[in-house]
């Protein structure tokens, strides 16, 4: 009865400690496997209790896009010469016409761009006056001038003959328009993509038009691009030529780290081939495969654009499937896969080439079993391997994903923002709890922050900021994991998951080395790490961490090498200011984590 007792606390606990004799005795059969999951063992002296490893199948987590280096756009000149053509030049002055005129107000014809108001006050020092000739054009002139003020720089204004009545002038404004735009320097990338992404709307602004090229420049379809205005088959239109030089799209990169949990191997490597431009629509298509001694995974993604403010809807899949060889565990055969399902659509509503403001809306499904033929075997539930899931040990979850992304970048910064409002609901056969346990139905918000600035040549500033809360408990794929190499260093991966987390990171990068003509550079990295969580759910739902505190620290030291384009790889030394338990087998558990990525192309 004892044992029993022991038992159904081990299961309220999800806390599994065994101890390297039990496992031995596992292998002879001289206890059973009731005696080695009901008692939880404790550890011979000197030695660390080991937990139920937690990363078989790890938390799923939306991220910003990697935000650029700063990086100046170039001259406005450069992008689109100015032009100094301008159709409305002031005609001469013939004999025949009066030398002074009484004027009392003028009439201005034509503009769709200003108001009567605007326009009244441009003219009224030429109002309720005799006005010279000279004068007379000075104000028409000077209708002109507000147009290209305001970047109209084919409008302008003239006085056609008039008999003057009442002492009314008209003044006729035209305002110019694209006649054509022509693109050429394209090879595989649809001239309409760039087409359509420059304004024709009349009358022709320089501005909008400069910033449309601008975008067009930041666009990483695009290495180069030029344009430049000329005089069309009639004096009120023009035809831009637009000369493009297309970038590289195709990509392939090898990635290694130690960035995975120790249970299923922290050495992962990973190959990932990317297409920008797979059909010449600007379309993108990802493919990506990561393994681990004891894991595999595929992802892949496509993604297609909508419309010229850069509307995408993007599908994304992927599956896994891990084995734990961590010992002791790895002698109970746990297995654990995975796969998901992503639609997003997102949409910039604000577009400059200094600013992005944009939403978007995710549905996803995620599909996650995991299993132990040995426990299996023994008649016992495997729900207690994964919280929220069945006897089975199969995990459904079906969301809805609202965010909001804000990009503000300069010459020398850039600040990247987003905010996920995560909607699980109990559709489409979702895992569907009682008793407060966690399962498809949440409501979760995820808010990220990055601030990158440079300080000096190859002086970079990087802060970081994650905040996740809950309104219950939440199933591992939606719990917030502390610790690890894109986390706290100094601690294993995902050393805490909880419901609710709070992670900031400042990181400064000072060159040592420079070689300039092979674009290398050579970092030092100091580093703080810090990470609290809290849990919203029954603690003993949730109670699987390696730690004793919800709180992690670190302070540490990096290195990090770059060559272009082509390499970058860094090492990295956590010094963990909060004690957990650890046994230290690892690098990670040492607080060393390394990581290469390597561009061949």
């Known amino acids: 009865m004892a044992n029993n007792d022991c038992f159904v606390m081990g299961l309220l606990k999800f806390r599994i400690r065994v101890s390297l004799i039990s496992i031995i005795l596992l292998f002879i059969n001289s206890i059973t496997i009731d005696s080695l999951i009901a008692q939880p063992v404790k550890s011979a002296p000197g030695q660390t209790p080991i937990p139920l490893p937690q990363d078989i199948i790890p938390p799923i987590q939306s991220s910003p896009a990697q935000i650029p280096k700063p990086k100046p756009l170039p001259p406005p000149e450069q992008l689109l010469p100015p032009d100094e053509s301008n159709p409305f030049t002031p005609a001469p002055i013939t004999e025949n016409v009066p030398r002074n005129v009484a004027v009392k107000r003028f009439e201005v014809i034509g503009s769709t761009v200003f108001s009567p108001k605007q326009l009244d006050l441009v003219l009224a020092p030429f109002t309720k006056r005799t006005l010279s000739l000279a004068e007379l054009f000075q104000a028409r002139s000077a209708i002109t001038q507000l147009y290209i003020d305001n970047g109209y720089i084919t409008s302008g204004a003239f006085i056609s003959p008039q008999t003057v009545k009442n002492g009314v002038v008209k003044i006729q404004v035209v305002e110019g328009s694209l006649e054509a735009i022509n693109v050429t320097g394209t090879r595989r990338l649809n001239p309409n993509y760039v087409r359509s992404r420059l304004p024709n709307l009349k009358p022709l602004n320089q501005k909008r038009l400069l910033e449309a090229i601008q975008l067009l420049k930041l666009n990483p379809l695009i290495e180069n691009i030029k344009g430049e205005l000329s005089i069309g088959a009639r004096f009120d239109t023009s035809v831009l030529n637009i000369r493009v030089e297309e970038a590289k799209t195709f990509s392939a990169q090898l990635l290694a780290d130690n960035g995975r949990a120790p249970s299923v191997g922290s050495f992962r490597r990973s190959i990932q081939l990317n297409e920008a431009n797979l059909l010449g629509l600007g379309d993108g298509l ?175 500033l990087l802060l970081k900021s994650n905040f996740q809360l809950a309104d219950r408990a939440l199933v591992p794929t939606e719990q917030f994991g502390v610790g690890g190499i894109q986390s706290v260093r100094g601690y294993r991966q995902d050393a805490i998951l909880a419901d609710n987390a709070l992670f900031a990171s400042a990181e400064i990068r000072l060159p040592i080395y420079r070689a300039r003509e092979q674009q290398l550079v050579l970092q030092l990295t100091p580093f703080f790490d810090f990470g609290t969580t809290w849990d919203s759910g029954a603690k003993n739902f949730t109670d699987r961490n390696l730690s004793n505190s919800d709180t992690l620290a670190s302070i540490g030291l990096g290195l990090r090498f770059q060559l272009g384009d082509h390499l970058n790889a860094r090492f990295d030394w956590g010094i963990p200011l909060v004690d957990i338990d650890s046994r230290e087998r690892t690098w990670q558990e040492k607080g060393l984590y390394f990581s290469i990525n390597y561009n061949p192309f």
Request: net charge negative; glycine share 8%.
């Open 286 to 460: 990802r493919v990506a495969y990561t393994n681990t001694n004891g894991s595999n995974g595929i992802d892949a993604s496509y993604s297609l654009p909508l419309n010229s403010r850069n509307g995408t809807l993007s599908f994304n899949y992927g599956f896994s499937n891990s084995d734990v060889i961590e010992e002791p565990f790895n002698v109970l055969d746990i297995i654990g896969n995975s796969h998901y399902y992503e639609l997003t659509l997102r949409q910039p509503i604000l577009l400059t080439p200094n600013r992005e403001l944009a939403l978007g809306l995710t549905a996803d499904r995620i599909e996650s079993n995991i299993s132990s033929n040995v426990l299996e075997d023994a008649g016992y539930p495997l729900s207690f391997l994964s919280p929220g899931a069945d006897i089975y040990g199969r995990t459904r979850i079906s969301a809805l994903r609202f965010f909001q992304e804000w990009t503000n970048r300069s010459s020398r910064d850039v600040f990247a923002a987003r905010s996920q409002f995560s909607l699980g609901i109990g559709a489409f056969d979702a895992t569907i709890n009682g008793d407060d346990e966690p399962d498809s139905r949440f409501l979760s918000w995820l808010g990220q922050m990055q601030w990158v600035r440079q300080i000096a040549p190859d002086t970079v």
